[in-house]
């Protein structure tokens, strides 16, 4: 079964508008932690932000948000103020356990901003 | 260096060939990940160390595939008698623990013609 599922394949949005990229999650581990990375066109994955399954609040990290609904176990990735250089393909990531461990990477949005 | 560094960044081979692929951590980072990305897909788990030792490596597609990190620094992913479905990019990534986010490196791409 899918643990990460990403549903938009592609997004175009305005330079300076906000954008709201869907993650749903899949685990029956109590503990876990959300990740969210960027990957350009030259190939290295930036992280962006991170949402421990216990965090009280929503994470937060200058311009990136992440809409974390555990009962509905999603944590979309709100960026705001789009610039040019956010275009690139984002990816949620899943870590389960408290132990540490491997990242499960969903399929990815593909994020174009237009000026 | 300041990141995680991979090398080669690209290298070609015929299938059959044996390939050894490279990756030096940030320097104190424990955790080493070894990824494989496939053109428009996420990246996919294949080993982790934590030290020296495979912590987990249920992502290791089948038994052409290993990797070493004998002294808890510096890995190499091995690939025996390459097949041209393991054109990918091979990504590496370290952690300071466990738990943190990953850094990646740029990645190697393979290609068996």
């Known amino acids: 079964a899918q643990k990460i599922t990403q549903t938009q394949p592609g997004m175009f949005v305005q330079e300076k508008e906000a954008v709201t990229l869907d993650c749903t999650y899949d685990?029956?581990?109590?503990?876990?932690?959300l990740f969210w990375y960027k990957q350009p066109s030259s190939g290295e994955m930036i992280f962006l932000i991170y949402?421990?399954?216990?965090?009280?609040q929503n994470a937060t990290e200058g311009r990136y948000s992440l809409n974390f609904q555990k009962a509905r176990k999603s944590a979309n990735l709100v960026i705001s103020a789009l610039q040019l250089g956010d275009s690139a393909m984002y990816f949620c990531?899943?870590?389960?356990?408290?132990?540490?461990?491997?990242?499960?990477f969903g399929q990815g949005t593909e994020l174009s901003v237009k000026p | 260096g300041a990141g995680v560094s991979q090398t080669p960044s690209n290298k070609v081979t015929e299938k059959g060939k044996y390939v050894e692929l490279r990756c030096d951590p940030i320097?104190?980072?424990?955790?080493l990940y070894w990824y494989r990305q496939s053109l428009g897909q996420g990246p996919e788990f294949l080993i982790y160390?934590?030290?020296?030792?495979?912590?987990?490596d249920s992502g290791l597609p089948n038994d052409r595939f290993f990797a070493v990190r004998p002294e808890g620094s510096v890995s190499t992913l091995k690939i025996q008698r390459t097949e041209r479905g393991d054109s990918a990019v091979y990504l590496c990534?370290?952690?300071?623990?466990?738990?943190?986010?990953?850094?990646f490196g740029e990645g190697s791409r393979l290609t068996v013609l």
């Open positions: 990534a370290s952690s300071f623990r466990n738990t943190g986010e990953l850094f």
């Open positions: 685990t029956s581990d109590p503990s876990y932690g």
């Open positions: 949402q421990g399954s216990y965090d009280q």
């Open positions: 990531a899943m870590r389960e356990g408290h132990r540490g461990g491997k990242l499960i």
């Open positions: 320097s104190g980072h424990t955790a």
């Open positions: 160390f934590q030290g020296t030792g495979a912590a987990d």
